[in-house]
């Protein structure tokens, strides 16, 4: 052992293992995530932005780590927790050590995942924080009470200014129908969905105003995922109202289609009068049941988000029904309205990682648009 380190929760249980990746000490809430696979991909998924990830499955790291695994520019999570960390068996891949090095972020290894997720089921997500030491000083009750105390200082996810962080800069891509994307921490999986599908796809940072966005005369428009509570991003809740009535005005002839993924999902639901709450601890993993509501299909769902739109809260003259129902827990898992071409889906229709199966819904998404702009002649 190199590094000892400590993992502290506010509940005041600590952790001991191995210390990996940089050895910085990291703070934030601890989820889990139950993926077999696609370590990277969560890693670098800027809806965790803000928190400590346990990962479920007990190896991780035998692929390595690749450029086209990378859903951002960068890891989000603060620290990634696991049971055994392996050495990669790929030539011309970077071990998962090594690449969290590079972005100055810590690991902690060797530790009963099993039971750190008991936990948190049972109590719900908790703050915490790691702390790394010298080996001899493992155990070390005074470093526990350390790592227990910085983990109650910890603020919440609502104070903290995650999805400005997360979003990145304006950019283009690909070729057809013309998609503005309101990047509010977007996986690179959902452009690369929709440009395969047919589109050309602007990125607007989070901070751009709705004006902005409609002034390029976009067909469609998409709200993508991101970290964090909704309810405290009303300014981006207020732009998505705007985009909204930008899509009811033009419901006579002109419609403009909406897709809202995730965090994009809440904010529509904000958007539209409904409520949010926070779930227990999360949806985070790669096979979540959901049921659509008016096919009856189930499909299996890839899952990131620590928050809901509460359903009786939707209002009855708003034109949306709830579409899609989780069937582990009955949180609703999508909206559509009516009458007009908006859907909004809670889970990651973009898989990566988890099950592609419902990568469709991008494509039906685009047949929106053309519909739409073959009816504006």
């Known amino acids: 052992m190199t590094r000892a380190a400590v993992l502290g929760l506010e509940d005041g249980s600590a952790w001991w293992g191995e210390a990996f990746g940089d050895a910085q000490p990291a703070s934030g809430e601890v989820v889990f995530n139950t993926a077999m696979t696609g370590y990277q991909e969560i890693a670098t998924d800027a809806s965790y932005n803000g928190q400590i990830v346990v990962l479920t499955y007990p190896l991780i790291g035998s692929y390595g780590t690749f450029d086209r695994a990378a859903e951002s520019r960068r890891p989000w999570v603060e620290a990634l927790v696991v049971r055994e960390l392996v050495p990669t068996c790929r030539e011309r891949t970077t071990d998962l050590d090594a690449y969290l090095r590079a972005y100055g972020v810590p690991g902690l290894a060797g530790i009963d995942t099993r039971a750190l997720v008991r936990r948190l089921r049972a109590k719900g997500t908790l703050r915490g924080a790691i702390l ?35 979003t990145g800069i304006a950019r283009q891509v690909g070729s057809g129908a013309k998609i503005a994307l309101l990047d509010t921490g977007v996986k690179e999986n959902q452009i690369r969905c929709l440009v395969k599908s047919g589109a050309t796809v602007k990125a607007f940072p989070a901070t751009a105003t709705a004006r902005e966005i409609l002034e390029w005369s976009p067909d469609g428009i ?106 582990n827990d009955g949180s609703v898992e999508g909206l559509a309205h009516q009458t007009l071409p908006i859907r909004t889906y809670q889970y990651h229709p973009e898989g990566a990682p988890g099950p592609r199966d419902n990568e469709p819904v991008f494509d039906a998404f685009l047949s929106d648009v053309r519909v739409a702009v073959a009816a504006r002649g």
């Open 132 to 166: 790394q030491v010298a080996p001899e000083r493992s155990g070390d009750a005074s470093i526990a009470r350390e790592a227990v105390a910085k983990a109650r200082a910890t603020a919440p996810l609502a104070a903290k200014p995650l999805v400005v962080e997360s």
């Open 222 to 327: 998409v709200i993508s995922n991101g970290p964090g509570d909704p309810a405290a991003i009303p300014q981006i809740a207020a732009s998505t109202r705007t985009l909204l009535d930008a899509a009811f005005s033009r419901a006579s002839g002109r419609p403009l289609p909406i897709l809202g993924i995730c965090l994009g999902h809440q904010l529509v639901g904000r958007a539209i009068g409904a409520t949010t709450s926070r779930l227990p601890f999360g949806h985070h993993g790669a096979n979540h049941p959901v049921q659509d509501l008016r096919s009856g299909r189930v499909v299996i769902t890839s899952q990131n988000h620590e928050f809901q739109v509460d359903e009786a809260s939707v209002p009855a003259g708003s034109g949306f029904v709830v579409s899609a129902r989780n069937l």
